[in-house]
């Protein structure tokens, strides 16, 4: 039979040929590497009452630091500070965080003025804050992200055990009405599933500065952000990917361990959101990169031909078959880590969400090339 479709069409059957191979490779991606979360049971936490430095950076954020700050600092964690980098904020910051400072004997906030920092960013600010800190163990978040319980840092600090310098958590949007919502939520899903199952596979890339945990030295033997100094764009992403490895790296995905912040509003606001995390793509790891770029060519690949081949009335049952086994794979990975993330809602979505990433993607790596980041993200 495969003879017999080669001889009627040798150009035909190379691009069945080429299907076959795509769907091959998104089933390694999904059942080897998407899969890391999907299936993991609750692991052992460890007992760890270290002290710790949770570290923010502020430039104009009165309302973020109004809305949120609180909460970091009224954590159930018996022995923690709360680092402010406040960088040269003409807003109301200043005053809000000196009358914190009395109400919180745990927050310490270092003022910048517009002669220190000479560079773009935050990576600066945050050196000074990790310089600053009074604990071996460092927390990032975010000024806009609120902790999901009073027991974030507790569920970071537990998933420490004595071989590992790096936790990665999850940061997530709020659900709320709308379809723009459930659409940007699913986009936000999928990279997280993308980098905390890698990293479940002991092949760490990223993970996001809203929920970070690692220990000081991690940062100072390696001199990773005096390197990063001069990039505008996607220096978050690879300022973990410096700090990551296979031994080093652990994950903690207990609902209690989260933090929240509000998504974009708009469609540009997160198109330029999007190109500025994949414009850090181009200073991670080769391999990192690869890794990256296969899943998404492979994709490319699958759909495409799908199309033309069912378009062509070519071995429609085979064809039909291997995208439904894609499509069932796809559909039993988003489900069971989407529980495992307290994300439900999403699984129904995911369908309509891959095709949305699909079509919008080539718009994201265009706003990836063109972006310059001058303000915080």
């Not at 310490?108 to 945050?126: D, I």
């Not at 509003?265 to 990192?288: D, V």
């Not at 071995?315 to 078959?321: A, F, M, N, Q, R």
């Amino acid at each position: 039979m495969i003879r017999q479709l080669f001889e009627e069409n040798p150009f035909v059957f190379s691009l069945l040929v080429l299907y076959a191979l795509s769907f091959l490779i998104q089933m390694f991606y999904y059942w080897v590497w998407l899969s890391g979360i999907a299936f993991l049971g609750r692991r052992p936490a460890w007992e760890n009452n270290k002290g710790v430095s949770v570290i923010l950076c502020a430039k104009d954020d009165f309302h973020h630091l109004e809305n949120n700050l609180s909460y970091i600092l009224s954590q159930n964690y018996p022995t923690f500070e709360v680092i402010v980098v406040n960088d040269n904020s003409v807003d109301e910051s200043d005053l809000l965080l000196e009358s914190l400072t009395k109400q919180f004997s745990n927050l310490k906030v270092l003022r910048m003025n517009s002669s220190l920092n000479f560079f773009k960013g935050r990576k600066f600010p945050l050196s000074i804050g990790i310089r600053s800190a009074s604990y071996d163990t460092i927390l990032l978040t975010e000024v806009d992200c609120k902790p999901a319980s009073p027991y974030w840092i507790q569920r970071m600090m537990s998933a420490f055990d004595p071989s590992k310098e790096v936790v990665l958590g999850y940061h997530a949007y709020p659900a709320t009405k709308g379809v723009w919502n459930k659409l940007i939520r699913y986009d936000h899903l999928f990279s997280a599933l993308r980098f905390l199952s890698f990293a479940r596979r002991k092949y760490p890339f990223t993970g996001t500065v809203k929920n970070l945990a690692f220990k000081k030295s991690v940062v100072q033997h390696q001199k990773v952000l005096p390197d990063l100094y001069y990039i505008t764009a996607g220096d978050d992403d690879l300022f973990i990917n410096r700090i990551v490895n296979r031994k080093n790296t652990t994950l903690q995905l207990h609902p209690e361990s989260f933090t929240i912040s509000q998504p974009p509003k708009s469609f540009r606001g997160w198109t330029a959101l999007k190109g500025s995390e994949n414009a850090g793509t181009a200073y991670i790891k080769l391999k990192h990169r690869w890794m990256l770029r296969g899943y998404v060519i492979t994709q490319w690949l699958f759909f495409v031909l799908f199309i033309l081949l069912i378009a062509l009335f070519y071995s429609p049952l085979l064809v039909t078959t291997l995208f439904l086994l894609r499509e069932i794979s796809h559909a039993i990975i988003i489900k069971y880590s989407s529980r495992k993330l307290n994300e439900r809602d999403l699984f129904l979505t995911s369908f309509a969400g891959e095709l949305f990433m699909l079509l919008i993607n080539p718009i994201i790596v265009l706003a990836a090339r063109t972006t310059k980041t001058t303000k915080w993200r």
